[in-house]
């Protein structure tokens, strides 16, 4: 089964720029969530969809936005690019998972679009 | 706001030796992920553990997760250079309404460097 890909895996922009990042998910796999990877901030929640709806989003600002496709593809924009929107963003695929009397949740990252913003 | 702490942020060994890294945090988890990730690739799933005191094994590295499901430590037994890399944890908290929907809060990451 093909893991998840993202498009492209390099980008660089200039500040006041816009950019579009896709991923695919693993098949079957119908929750894609995203992160932003940065030195210092570490890996930080985006925004998750489910079927078509963001059903959570994290503490950024309204320039960072995203869809889902019917076919559970998922792109996120970022619009008016910064200097500190440099970082590789990652995209994660979930599934159920059971196991041990338990069910759980599992993520499944991409290898990630490095964004450089100049 | 939920934190996960973990430790140490920096880890440089010799071959051989065992380390242990730790992942703490005031909140419980639904479960928690380890990865290991690699310079320019996305994390790698390791392990989950979902019940309290869990132990999980891969290979040479040892997984455990707290009787209150607040921490998780990850044991490497003789470590080797293949080692080398980035640990994170990753927990899936316990939230009202049974879901985080999607949302993982990760630790800082170890940095593991397993010289030969």
């Known amino acids: 089964k093909a893991g998840v890909t993202q498009t492209p895996r390099y980008l660089i922009k200039t500040r006041g720029q816009q950019v579009t990042l896709s991923c695919s998910p693993i098949s079957g796999h119908r929750s894609v969530s995203w992160y932003q990877q940065t030195p210092g901030q570490g890996l930080q929640f985006l925004f998750e969809y489910f079927s078509e709806t963001q059903r959570n989003k994290g503490n950024f600002p309204g320039r960072f936005s995203g869809r889902q496709f019917s076919n559970s593809r998922s792109e996120m924009n970022v619009s008016t690019l910064e200097l500190g929107d440099s970082a590789l963003y990652l995209c994660?695929?979930?599934?159920?998972?059971?196991?041990?009397?338990?069910?759980?949740?599992?993520?499944?990252f991409g290898p990630g679009t490095r964004l450089t913003v100049l | 706001t939920q934190l996960l702490e973990q430790s140490p942020q920096f880890l440089s060994i010799q071959e051989g030796e065992n380390l242990t890294v730790y992942c703490n945090s005031s909140s419980v988890f639904s479960s928690l992920q380890w990865y290991r990730q690699e310079p320019g690739e996305g994390p790698v799933l390791l392990v989950t553990v979902v019940t309290g005191g869990e132990v999980k094994k891969l290979k040479r590295l040892t997984f455990q997760f707290g009787d209150a499901r607040k921490d998780s430590s990850l044991h490497i037994t003789a470590a080797q250079p293949g080692d080398t890399g980035l640990y994170l944890c990753a927990g899936d908290y316990l939230v009202a309404g049974g879901t985080s929907y999607g949302k993982l809060t990760f630790g800082q990451g170890t940095i593991l460097t397993v010289h030969p």
């Open positions: 994660a695929s979930r599934r159920r998972t059971s196991g041990g009397g338990s069910s759980y949740n599992e993520q499944f």
